[in-house]
């Protein structure tokens, strides 16, 4: 069959009305990438009653969300990076290799089904391993408007440009790629600045504003009826590298027995089961500290609490400045930089204040800390232009590459007809 004939084929079976958005999260361990995907699948759907949004994702606990109609997800077998750079499979005993083949025909085949007319890929230029290559191509060809969006920090310059070097992301910004997204303000930090753009690339790149959160319409979290007293939140996300941040504030609240609030200890899924066990014996001890190892509407959460302690991920830190909350980040050094540089940037602008990890983790200095968070400015003290616009402008987006695709469909089925009737 010619060209011609499947592109008509296409544009007689294809539902202008209809729209599908397809978006790629890598990551199997951790909640940031899939939290981030979900928020956007949620605006898009909300303000656009005509689109589906499917999410592709290697997240082992993607079935514990919920998801509004028309969000949907596929889940891709996990694998993860340890801590020597290799990869494993998460929970399949076979070799990584064959897991990674497997992702890679899953999104494809994925993709192929379902048609999507933007395709966003979350931070990843090539995917995992370079997993979403061929899918960027073939969706290419089939002129689907394809979307890489990234956080507002990556990593240290010296250490993200010879990674995206090695990883030869420049063709793909360059040739495959029609729009870059950051969901951040560049007043506060450009994850790019120290890459060699050319001037195309560079004519791609949007800086939205962050995501804003908003507490979800569901039910309370069940231990918020525990909370009669106003409470510090203690978030360290997935958990899986949290151990430090706990026991350092936890720490802080076993030596002094005059801290100004309360605290929630939310230890994470991704927690060593050891681990949280051994936290969940000391919390029980304190009058004024209480935990919970999960819970899938941390906006209630942080909606509900004075002031938050957290590592300063890139959704806590949305949630912070969203729900206007005094905020204390100590963000991880390791493997990335992103959380520290995000965190220090912040703090310059009188968004939040910061510990840095001093490997010493004094009680006393985290009880100091503690009550001097409840004395801070709030977010919305600090005037940033566009700071929260990221939903809205995304939105906008969106709805201008859906024009777009139309007048390029437009243009396709004229010349079709003209064809025809020669």
Not at 276 to 305: D, G, Q
């Given at each position: ?35 981030r ?10 303000q ?46 076979i070799d ?136 510090l ?30 605290a ?6 991704f ?47 949305c ?31 009188g ?6 990890d ?10 100091t800390?503690l ?52």
């Amino acid at each position: 069959m010619s060209k011609v004939k499947r592109d008509r084929g296409a544009l007689m079976s294809t539902n202008t009305e209809a729209r599908r958005i397809l978006i790629y999260s890598h990551d199997s361990f951790g909640l940031g990438h899939l939290r981030r995907c979900r928020t956007l699948a949620h605006a898009l759907v909300e303000q656009n009653q005509n689109l589906s949004v499917l999410i592709l994702s290697g997240s082992p606990i993607i079935g514990s969300f919920d998801f509004r109609a028309r969000v949907d997800f596929v889940r891709i077998p996990g694998i993860i990076k340890l801590r020597n750079g290799e990869y494993t499979s998460l929970s399949l005993h076979i070799d990584t290799e064959q897991t990674l083949a497997m992702r890679a025909s899953i999104i494809q085949h994925t993709a192929e089904t379902f048609d999507p007319d933007i395709f966003i890929v979350d931070k990843e230029p090539f995917g995992l391993r370079g997993e979403v290559e061929d899918t960027l191509k073939m969706l290419k060809e089939r002129g689907t408007r394809l979307v890489l969006g990234l956080r507002d920090v990556l990593d240290d310059p010296s250490l993200l440009v010879p990674e995206w070097e090695r990883k030869n992301v420049l063709p793909a910004l360059n040739n495959l790629y029609d729009d870059i997204w950051v969901f951040g303000v560049e007043q506060l930090y450009n994850p790019l600045k120290e890459l060699n753009l050319p001037a195309g690339v560079k004519r791609k790149i949007t800086y939205t504003g962050y995501l804003p959160r908003t507490v979800q319409q569901s039910a309370e979290p069940a231990i918020l009826e525990e909370m009669d007293k106003p409470y510090l939140l203690v978030t360290v996300g997935g958990g899986g590298d949290g151990d430090l941040l706990t026991d350092w504030v936890l720490r802080a609240y076993e030596a002094d027995k005059n801290m100004p609030l309360n605290a929630l200890f939310v230890l994470g899924p991704f927690m060593p089961p050891e681990v949280r066990a051994n936290f969940r014996e000391r919390i029980s001890k304190l009058e004024n500290a209480t935990a919970v190892t999960f819970n899938n509407n941390m906006e209630s959460l942080m909606s509900n609490a004075e002031a938050v302690v957290a590592m300063g991920g890139y959704n806590t830190f949305c949630e912070v400045i969203s729900m206007d909350k005094r905020a204390l980040i100590i963000p991880r050094t390791v493997p990335r930089l992103e959380q520290y540089i995000r965190a220090t940037r912040a703090a310059e602008l009188g968004l939040i204040s910061v510990l840095v990890d001093d490997e010493v983790r004094d009680a006393d200095t985290m009880a100091t800390a503690l009550k001097q968070l409840c004395q801070q400015k709030k977010p919305s003290e600090v005037v940033i232009p566009g700071l929260l616009d990221g939903l809205i402008n995304v939105n906008r987006l969106a709805r201008l590459r859906f024009e777009e695709r139309d007048r390029a469909r437009e243009e396709i089925q004229l010349k079709l007809g003209k064809q025809s009737r020669m």
